[in-house]
């Protein structure tokens, strides 16, 4: 069973930086498409970043220029980059792990940006 935990979350102000991390037991970051979705008050969930098994990485469009994922396969961790964080970025984050028919998240992270 695959577990990923989340940390990193926090209150920043407006404009500030936070970084997110995604740790889990196992290798699977080098093959697995792996990501971070948010849910913020009164939305739907929302894709913020994503790094398909194939290469390449996608952001959703209110974080691009100012998000970046990334993974450290090494540690098994994967991390979300965030800068010029604005008051509607909050939300909990979420990380997961997808390949094929699996799937795995992560329990979630506050992220308050607030002054």
């Known amino acids: 069973q695959v577990q990923l935990v989340e940390s990193g979350g926090g209150l920043v102000q407006p404009g500030g930086s936070l970084r997110l991390s995604c740790s889990t037991s196992?290798?699977?970051?080098?093959?697995?498409?792996v990501g971070w979705y948010r849910q913020t008050p009164g939305k739907q969930r929302e894709l913020v970043a994503i790094?398909?098994?194939?290469?390449?990485?996608k952001y959703g469009d209110s974080v691009k220029g100012r998000f970046a994922i990334s993974t450290d396969n090494a540690k098994n961790t994967a991390y979300l980059q965030m800068n010029s964080l604005k008051p509607d970025d909050t939300g909990v984050y979420y990380c997961?792990?997808?390949?094929?028919?699996?799937?795995?998240w992560g329990q979630g992270t506050q992220v308050t940006v607030s002054s």
């Open positions: 196992g290798s699977i970051f080098a093959v697995y498409t």
């Open positions: 997961f792990a997808a390949s094929g028919t699996y799937e795995y």
């Open positions: 790094i398909p098994d194939n290469g390449g990485t």
